[in-house]
């Protein structure tokens, strides 16, 4: 398997996941606002131990415009960021006057100056064993008889 650099993470969101909390966020929008959800972050060399334990692994190297984390919430934007239970929302730097802030919400509070959201200091990670049972679960085609299969955009 290539490994572009094993020092590598990534955020892990299965559609489902993906498509619910678009649709909640349509629920909850007021115009130009990010969602940001929270989700699991995963290590590149423990998704290659999942898909593949057996096989060896070679290094290529990062390629052009490729990063080592993805970064969902920026040093810059904690400020005008607002935390919920288990999402993010990044409220427009100007506000309209019939705009109501997300902080007028119970349970909210402002992401502190200096919080980043970013797929290397994540609290929440998914193991080895979670990542294969989420490709078991999402990842199978039916005319390969429940085996996984992944395919890798790239």
């Known amino acids: 398997l290539p490994i572009t650099d094993p020092r590598m993470t990534r955020f892990i969101i299965t559609l489902e996941?993906?498509?619910q909390f678009v649709f909640r966020a349509f629920e909850q929008m007021?115009?130009?606002e990010v969602f940001v959800p929270k989700?699991?972050?995963t290590t590149i060399m423990d998704l290659a131990k999942a898909i593949g334990p057996t096989c060896r692994t070679e290094v290529v190297?990062?390629?052009p415009g490729e990063k080592l984390h993805e970064c969902m919430?920026?040093?810059?934007e904690a400020r005008h960021t607002v935390e919920f239970e288990d999402y993010y929302v990044i409220e427009p730097v100007l506000n309209s006057f019939s705009r109501k802030s997300k902080l007028d919400?119970?349970?909210?509070?402002?992401?502190?100056?200096?919080?980043?959201y970013s797929s290397d200091?994540?609290?929440?990670?998914?193991?080895?064993?979670?990542?294969?049972?989420m490709i078991k679960e999402h990842c199978s085609d039916s005319q390969d008889q429940g085996r996984p299969s992944l395919r890798i955009a790239g």
């Open 30 to 32: 007021e115009g130009g």
């Open 105 to 116: 919400q119970p349970g909210t509070v402002r992401c502190a100056d200096g919080f980043s």
């Open 121 to 133: 200091t994540n609290r929440q990670w998914l193991s080895v064993e979670q990542l294969r049972n």
């Open 17 to 19: 996941q993906g498509v």
């Open 73 to 76: 919430v920026p040093l810059d």
């Open 39 to 41: 989700i699991p972050s």
């Open 61 to 63: 190297g990062i390629r």
